[in-house]
């Protein structure tokens, strides 16, 4: 049973600490819907990978909130290319992050996390009580390990100094302000690049990585947002919460409905060279759905706003930027 908490908004200091990123800058959006004050900081004013540095800057504004969407994330090849960077700057981000909220005081904070952190053969739909019942996927077992710890430290701070701390844990997320990057990007943000370059340039086929046989569910970024100000709002619980729309699609599938929505008219090859990753990570969103969020976003019509939001930064983006 999902354990109710009622935690108003109103009049509250929310610090959304990575607001640049995909997911911050969408709960930016979605708080600024409420009657609160938001604090965030660019990495040039607080770099969270400085404990000091973080836990002044926490000190010195008093949230009663804190939001931690600061991460490094990247697709199945970033987490294979840099295994050292996705378990290290991972466990750094949050543990500075985590530890300043509790120095200072703060009550409540919700930490994002990833259905990566269940076991790669986990029963599907995927439970909350999976997690550390088996193990991961190798393709991303160093980012999962990172985010598991989050979830611990937020779990040991409520067991010995009684913090409102919560975990979530998204399923594969999309939307405005991804990562395009050719390589590093997740799934929908690579093929959206991918399908709109083959169709620029020619070119008679797109090259899909894997089989094509894996299924992944997602999520779109403002549903995600709009999630996690419902756990902020109203759960108080150790145990983490999932979030997902309650459908996978293969990657096949979502090739094709890319190539529909780009107007991309060749051919899909599929290259089994790379890795598929895990088979399907579908999440039970029961306890969730319990609080009363429901995702609100079809995939097409999510799939249309990415492909706007990619074209409306095209020309800023060359040359290219970070991860
Ligand atoms: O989104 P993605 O990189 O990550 O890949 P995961 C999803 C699936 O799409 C895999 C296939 O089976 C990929 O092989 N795929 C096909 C592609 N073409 C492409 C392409 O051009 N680019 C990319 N990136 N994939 C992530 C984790 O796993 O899940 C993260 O790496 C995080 O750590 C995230 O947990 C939620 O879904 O496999």
Same mark, same amino acid.
């Given at each position: 049973?999902?354990?109710?908490?009622?935690?108003?908004?109103?009049?509250?200091?929310?610090?959304?600490?990575?607001?640049?990123?995909?997911?911050?800058?969408?709960?930016?959006?979605?708080?600024?819907?409420?009657?609160?004050?938001?604090?965030?900081?660019?990495?040039?004013?607080?770099?969270?990978?400085?404990?000091?540095?973080?836990?002044?800057?926490?000190?010195?504004?008093?949230?009663?909130?804190?939001?931690?969407?600061?991460?490094?994330?990247?697709?199945?090849?970033?987490?294979?290319?840099?295994?050292?960077?996705?378990?290290?700057?991972?466990?750094?981000?949050?543990?500075?992050?985590?530890?300043?909220?509790?120095?200072?005081?703060?009550?409540?904070?919700?930490?994002?996390?990833?259905?990566?952190?269940?076991?790669?053969?986990?029963?599907?739909?995927?439970?909350?009580?999976?997690?550390?019942?088996?193990?991961?996927?190798?393709?991303?077992?160093?980012?999962? @390990?990172? +985010?598991? #710890?989050?979830?611990?430290?937020?779990?040991?701070?409520? /067991?010995?100094?009684? %913090?409102?701390?919560? !975990?979530?844990?998204?399923?594969?997320?999309?939307?405005?302000?991804?990562?395009?990057?050719?390589?590093?990007?997740?799934?929908?943000?690579?093929?959206?690049?991918?399908?709109?370059?083959?169709?620029?340039?020619?070119?008679?086929?797109?090259?899909?990585?894997?089989?094509?046989?894996?299924?992944?569910?997602?999520?779109?970024?403002?549903?995600?947002?709009?999630?996690?100000?419902?756990?902020?709002?109203?759960?108080?619980?150790?145990?983490?919460?999932?979030?997902?729309?309650?459908?996978?699609?293969? @990657?096949? +599938?979502? #090739?094709?409905?890319?190539?529909?929505?780009?107007?991309? /008219?060749?051919?899909? %090859?599929?290259?089994? !060279?790379?890795?598929?990753?895990?088979?399907?990570?579908?999440?039970?969103?029961?306890?969730?759905?319990?609080?009363?969020?429901?995702?609100?976003?079809?995939?097409?019509?999510?799939?249309?706003?990415?492909?706007?939001?990619?074209?409306?930064?095209?020309?800023?983006?060359?040359?290219?930027?970070?991860?």
């Amino acid at each position: 049973m999902t354990t109710r908490f009622d935690w108003p908004l109103s009049g509250k200091k929310i610090w959304v600490a990575g607001h640049r990123g995909m997911v911050g800058s969408a709960m930016v959006r979605r708080l600024q819907t409420e009657d609160c004050e938001i604090i965030t900081a660019t990495r040039a004013e607080v770099d969270l990978l400085d404990k000091a540095a973080t836990a002044d800057f926490c000190k010195q504004h008093a949230p009663d909130a804190v939001l931690m969407c600061a991460a490094m994330v990247g697709g199945i090849k970033a987490n294979t290319d840099y295994p050292v960077d996705f378990l290290l700057q991972n466990l750094e981000l949050q543990n500075n992050v985590l530890m300043a909220a509790h120095n200072s005081d703060v009550d409540r904070l919700v930490f994002l996390g990833s259905t990566c952190i269940y076991p790669r053969d986990a029963e599907q739909p995927l439970r909350e009580e999976a997690l550390l019942t088996g193990p991961l996927e190798t393709t991303n077992e160093w980012y999962a @390990i990172a +985010k598991i #710890a989050g979830i611990k430290l937020c779990q040991a701070l409520r /067991q010995q100094y009684g %913090r409102h701390y919560v !975990s979530v844990m998204p399923s594969n997320l999309y939307g405005p302000g991804d990562n395009y990057h050719p390589e590093h990007s997740h799934v929908v943000a690579a093929l959206l690049r991918k399908f709109h370059e083959a169709k620029q340039n020619g070119s008679d086929e797109v090259i899909i990585w894997g089989t094509g046989t894996p299924r992944r569910e997602f999520l779109y970024v403002d549903d995600m947002a709009n999630a996690c100000i419902t756990v902020l709002r109203s759960y108080d619980a150790a145990e983490i919460i999932n979030v997902g729309v309650g459908h996978d699609i293969t @990657i096949t +599938k979502l #090739a094709e409905t890319i190539a529909k929505i780009t107007d991309y /008219q060749g051919t899909l %090859r599929f290259d089994p !060279s790379y890795p598929d990753g895990t088979p399907r990570k579908l999440v039970d969103n029961t306890k969730l759905a319990a609080l009363g969020w429901q995702p609100k976003m079809l995939l097409a019509d999510g799939l249309r706003l990415a492909y706007k939001d990619f074209m409306a930064g095209w020309k800023q983006r060359t040359p290219e930027r970070g991860m």
